[in-house]
Structures are given as C-alpha cells and as structure tokens.
C-alpha cells in the first residue's frame, strides 16, 4: 500500500518561498505519475502540477513561472519549490500518485497547510 506524506508547509509572507516535500513508502517511487493539488477554504481541491515518470511537468496557469514541481527517485520524494508566493495561494496543499498516465489518483497524502499572508 502506497503511503504519501507531506511536509514543509507553514505561514509566509506575500512574495517568499517555501519547499514542499512529499515523502513515498510502500510502493516503487518511480512507477508513478505524481503530482500537487490544494483546496482552499470554501474551495474544491484543485489541480496544481504533475510530473511524469520521466520528468515532464505540467502545471495550472495560475502558478507558472512561480512553481517548480521535481522528484528524486533515490530518495522517493516529491518537491513543491513555491515562489513568489501569493495571499491566493494559501490553501492545504496534498501530493497524489497514479500508475497511468491519465485517470484517477489512487493514492493521496494527508495535506499540508500552506499559509500566505499580505
């Protein structure tokens, strides 16, 4: 059973940065498709970025050029490196994982909160 969790969320400033981490066990790292969302106060979760087996990225218009998605398969860790960060952007931020390349997420982590203050 795949395990994901998230780490590194905390309360900013507009306009400074902060790293997520997403930390996988329990399945082969590499294997998967993973990626970010978030949900907002009031909000449906939201799609923020994806990143390929292989290293593509995709991400919503809303964070790019701000946003970097990575992964490190020797450490079975996904990375979130947010800049230029933004009142909008606070939210609770959750990492998931699929085998395929499209359909659903199989597999999501417990959520960490993201807080961006003006």
């Known amino acids: 059973q795949v395990q994901l969790v998230e780490s590194g969320g905390g309360s900013v400033q507009a306009g400074d940065s902060l790293r997520l981490s997403c930390a996988c066990s329990g399945g082969t790292f590499s294997d998967y498709v993973m990626g970010w969302f978030r949900q907002a106060p009031g909000k449906e979760r939201e799609f923020v970025a994806l990143?390929?087996?292989?290293?593509?990225?995709i991400y919503v218009n809303s964070v790019k050029g701000r946003f970097t998605i990575s992964r490190d398969n020797a450490k079975n860790t996904l990375y979130l490196q947010m800049n230029s960060l933004k009142p909008e952007d606070t939210a609770v931020y959750y990492c998931?994982?699929?085998?395929?390349?499209?359909?659903?997420?199989?597999?999501w982590g417990q959520g960490t909160q993201v807080t961006v203050s003006s």
């Open positions: 998931a994982a699929r085998m395929a390349s499209s359909g659903p997420w199989g597999y």
């Open positions: 990143i390929t087996r292989i290293g593509g990225s």
